[in-house]
């Protein structure tokens, strides 16, 4: 008993000095020739700032900000990797342009993939 004690002892001991040595992760590099850009999931009712100094990309947020909770429905199912969206959202989905659409659901912080999980979510959920 006393033996594997001991050993638990040590095992935890480098397990934390491995974790302290331990290089930090590199971030991700953005793609040559762009800048970077920190998105930060919006508060309700307030977009982030690029999308307020893009007039078209504005316009296209209008719609989905019309039926209640969808903007934070749509950021929230990209956070938890699963849609979850009202009726209501889905039908406002549905409505915008095919421009609008690929502007918003293929730009940061929607994960690549996104766009044709929304399209198929909403197109059969009902």
């Known amino acids: 008993m006393k033996a594997t004690a001991g050993l638990l002892t040590m095992f935890l001991l480098l397990l934390g ?6 290089p930090p992760a590199e971030a991700p590099q953005p ?3 762009s800048s970077p850009r920190i998105w930060r ?9 690029p999308i307020l100094r893009d007039p078209e990309l504005r ?8 039926p209640p909770g ?6 929230q199912s990209s956070e938890k990797g699963f849609i979850s969206l ?4 889905c039908k406002a989905v549905r409505a915008l ?3 609008c659409f690929q502007r918003i ?9 996104f766009t044709e999980e929304v399209k198929v979510f909403c197109a059969s959920a009902f």
């Open 70 to 75: 969808c903007v934070s429905d749509i950021y």
């Open 41 to 49: 999931k919006p508060s309700p009712g307030i977009l982030p700032a």
């Open 86 to 89: 009202k009726q209501d959202c």
């Open 105 to 113: 659901f293929t730009s940061i912080p929607f994960k690549p993939g």
């Open 59 to 66: 316009e296209c947020w209008t719609h989905l900000r019309r």
């Open 17 to 22: 000095l491995a974790a302290a040595v331990a």
């Open 31 to 33: 793609v040559a020739g």
């Open 97 to 99: 342009s095919d421009r």
